[in-house]
């Protein structure tokens, strides 16, 4: 069994102000995902400059914060915001949908390209890229908090963390984050540097993503509010299995298009 480190949560304290970890993990994310994007143009040849490149950024952060908390709103907890409605702009009590954001962030980089006039399927291709790495930097953050642990298990690789009980658990974050957030960003930027055809790193992105995410769903502790659902598939791994249909789908068509 691991140790599970005990990281306080908090990385800085200024008199009432509380600096993160889990801050830190999402500013993280878009540095690092403003850099990709402007290295990605270039090698790809889109015409994307310094303000372009911070334009798509910021279209990405509000399709990833309205989608993923609508996200959670509509897939994990309908029932209680429809009671509390006012409950859905109270993002600081935490609840946010990958899957949602997904969503999100599809419908900001239609937006964008129709308003700058840029392939929708290449400028997918770079925004896909560029958040892999973002996905590390979040699971990292949840693991730090101590959130999101996985099922219990008598597996070496077991922690006990806190919160959830005596009995050591799957730290399915650092899972996700090695399968999501670096194993995946590898695959893409080599689709890239071999000038795959457009919409083939994005189509690979939503495949990878729903198979990886489906299979550690299998030993991450289900929502407690939600449970197990049809045929004892979790929210997670049901969201999942559009996403691989549609990347299997896109790279199908990506293929046949390219031998035309």
């Not at 691991?2 to 304290?13: A, E, G, K, M």
């Not at 930097?137 to 693991?143: A, E, H, P, S, W």
Request: aromatic share 12%; proline share 6%.
């Amino acid at each position: 069994m691991l140790s599970y480190p005990q990281i306080d949560p908090v990385l800085i304290r200024i008199g009432p102000l509380a600096v993160r970890w889990y801050g830190l993990m999402y500013l993280l994310a878009f540095g690092v995902g403003y850099l990709a994007i402007r290295k990605l143009s270039r090698l790809r040849q889109l015409p994307l400059n310094e303000q372009g490149a911070s334009d798509l950024l910021f279209y990405s952060m509000v399709g990833v914060i309205l989608g993923g908390r609508l996200g959670y709103v509509l897939f994990y907890n309908a029932a209680f915001y429809l009671q509390h409605p006012f409950r859905i702009l109270a993002v600081w009590e935490g609840g946010m949908s990958f899957h949602g954001g997904f969503l999100g962030v599809i419908a900001a980089v239609l937006l964008f390209c129709r308003r700058k006039g840029l392939p929708v399927l290449l400028v997918g291709d770079i925004l896909a890229t560029a958040s892999a790495p973002g996905l590390f930097f979040g699971r990292i953050g949840n693991f730090i908090n101590g959130e999101l642990w996985g099922r219990v298990t008598d597996s070496p690789l077991g922690m006990v963390f806190p919160g959830a009980g005596p009995l050591p658990r799957h730290p399915s974050q650092l899972y996700e984050a090695f399968l999501e957030g670096v194993l995946m960003t590898l695959v893409l930027l080599l689709l890239h540097r071999k000038q795959a055809p457009h919409g083939a790193p994005m189509f690979a992105f939503f495949l990878l993503y729903g198979v990886f995410r489906f299979l550690v769903e299998l030993v991450r502790e289900p929502d407690a509010h939600l449970g197990t659902l049809w045929g004892g598939a979790t929210m997670g791994q049901l969201l999942c299995l559009p996403m691989i249909a549609l990347g299997v789908a896109g790279l199908a068509w990506v293929s046949r298009k390219k031998v035309s």
